[in-house]
């Protein structure tokens, strides 16, 4: 009789405790809804470093842009030229000059055997312009501890920015860390 | 024959295995939630580069400047209504003003032009627009400026 009751207790007590958890489990499903709604996987996000020519050099230049960087040792500039036609390449680079002695950059493709070094996989994966850039920064790469010449990127005022962090990342590949960017001077 | 009434048994769920399920999803939820930082606006679509290096989390100095897909420099600035900024002399005077405000806070002008100024520029902007942004936080004082940009997975 007592063993009775006290299983029915029991069983009281179960029931009570559902009913305590249930609007508790409606609310936990309110608030895993909003944040499984809310819930955006977190991208990582990374720095570039980079720094900003005197502001004069990015203003009209009396003298032809070629004879001043003959003067400056370990400077050289790089010239982003892009499309400018209305269709989906606005913006994006069409062809580079390399300065000194203005050198438009020759579009070579990764799998030429010819012009292709051993390069990680990022390097083959490059469209033929960027790989031209490469072989290009071949020349002067810095060596380990070696003195790293300055780069300037001249780029179109229109020019896409994500075609610039392109170039800013095969700099940085090619182990080029004392990068500037600036518009093309006016006139030059 | 003992199938009375009061022997009735009423099948419920047993709840508590469920609720130990949902409690779990939800510490995940609550632990991985992407708390936005306030100066990044996640609006901006960043560029992809390879070699951007991981940000330092005691980098604490920095401002970051959100340059959307317009060129419009946007400033969300907590309990305040977002304001886009679309002139070179609204954003340098922005600039020139955020210094000074920074200086009577932190008292010394060389904590301030020690601060990383960050751009977070979108994809499709166009160079202009993030290169003003970048000089006329070279105007304001603040000679350190970084491109922040969106690191591949798994790299």
């Keep these: ?188 | 024959m003992s199938h009375g009434a009061s022997t009735e048994e009423v099948a419920e769920p047993n709840l508590m295995s469920m609720l130990d399920l949902v409690l779990q999803l939800l510490m995940f939820f609550l632990i991985v939630a992407n708390f936005v930082a306030e100066q990044n606006n996640q609006d901006i679509k960043l560029p992809e580069a390879t070699t951007a290096v991981p940000i330092d989390a005691e980098q604490k100095d920095t401002i970051s400047l959100n340059v959307d897909q317009n060129g419009n420099l946007v400033i969300s600035d907590s309990g305040k209504e977002e304001a886009k900024l679309n002139s070179e002399f609204q954003i340098e005077l922005y600039l020139k003003d955020t210094y000074s405000k920074l200086v009577s806070k932190m008292g010394k002008e060389e904590d301030v032009k020690k601060m990383i100024v960050v751009v977070r520029g979108d994809n499709r902007a166009e160079f202009e627009h993030i290169y003003r942004v970048m000089a006329a936080a070279k105007k304001a004082n603040f000679p350190n400026v970084m491109l922040r940009a969106n690191r591949p997975a798994g790299k």
């Design chain 1, 1 to 188: 009789m007592f063993g009775k009751r006290k299983k029915k207790a029991e069983k009281q007590v179960e029931t009570d405790l559902n009913r305590v958890v249930t609007p508790m489990l409606d609310m936990t499903f309110q608030i895993l809804f909003f944040l499984i709604m809310n819930f955006r996987l977190p991208t990582p996000e990374g720095q570039i470093d980079l720094f900003l020519p005197k502001e004069d050099e990015g203003s009209p230049q009396t003298q032809p842009i070629d004879q001043l960087d003959e003067k400056k040792e370990d400077e050289y500039r790089l010239r982003l030229i892009i499309y400018k036609g209305a269709d989906e390449n606005q913006g994006a680079i069409a062809a580079m000059t390399w300065k000194p002695k203005k050198t438009p950059l020759e579009p070579i493709n990764p799998a030429d055997p010819e012009k292709s070094a051993e390069g990680d996989d990022y390097l083959r994966r490059l469209d033929p312009l960027m790989y031209g850039l490469v072989v290009k920064l071949r020349e002067f790469q810095p060596k380990d501890g070696g003195k790293q010449p300055t780069i300037k990127i001249e780029c179109d005022r229109k020019m896409r920015y994500a075609e610039l962090l392109r170039v800013m990342d095969v700099m940085r590949k090619m182990k080029f860390t004392n990068v500037g960017v600036m518009p093309i001077p006016k006139g030059g």
